[in-house]
């Protein structure tokens, strides 16, 4: 066996190894690529749980908000009414200016 041949050989030898590690670090890509999707998957997930639960007390809140002024109005409406009308004159006189 010549030098040539030999060196043809080890380059084969190379190459063939090479095209091995190649097909390995593809497999790892995919692999890394399927982790990264299912993490991101799952963090939407919890994300839009948890905006979910944020919309609800939100929600939550903004009725009994409702319901409580509601029941402050049934019970003292004369002091509502009241409020209301001295609100109303202050805005008439901020806004209406002197005419």
Known sequence: ???ADMNAAAADKELGRFA???KQLRSDFANLSDVLQNLVRRVSQDAAAEA???GERVYNSAVSATDDLSKAIKDEPLAF???ALGVGFIL???IGGRR
Do not use: Q
């Open 52 to 54: 979910s639960r944020a």
């Open 1 to 3: 066996m010549t030098d």
């Open 20 to 22: 091995s590690e190649l």
């Open 81 to 83: 009414t009241f409020g």
């Open 92 to 94: 008439g006189w901020l």
